[in-house]
């Protein structure tokens, strides 16, 4: 439970340094919003484009963790089938 808990709040730390700034960045730069490339906003394009994926990946790569580390324990718990009886 202490990993999952380590692997949560490392991931909910990551995505608030990440994502937490960006209403700062649009505040302090107001310019920012009003910029377009292609024809779209900024702001939707770092939305939409930037941060999903990031979301994504980090949501992957959390599931992947946690899978492992359920794995692990229960090997742990239940032997990790390496022993055989004669």
């Not at 310019?31 to 990031?54: I, Q």
């Amino acid at each position: 439970l202490r990993e999952q808990l380590g692997l949560a709040l490392a991931v909910l730390g990551l995505l608030g340094l990440v994502l937490g700034p960006l209403p700062l960045v649009f505040h302090l730069w107001p310019g920012l919003a009003d910029l377009e490339v292609a024809g779209l906003p900024v702001a939707w394009l770092g939305l939409g484009v930037v941060v999903y994926p990031f979301v994504l990946l980090l949501g992957w790569r959390y599931v992947r963790s946690v899978e492992r580390n359920e794995r692990d324990f229960s090997d742990l718990v239940h032997g990790s089938g390496a022993e055989e009886e004669p």
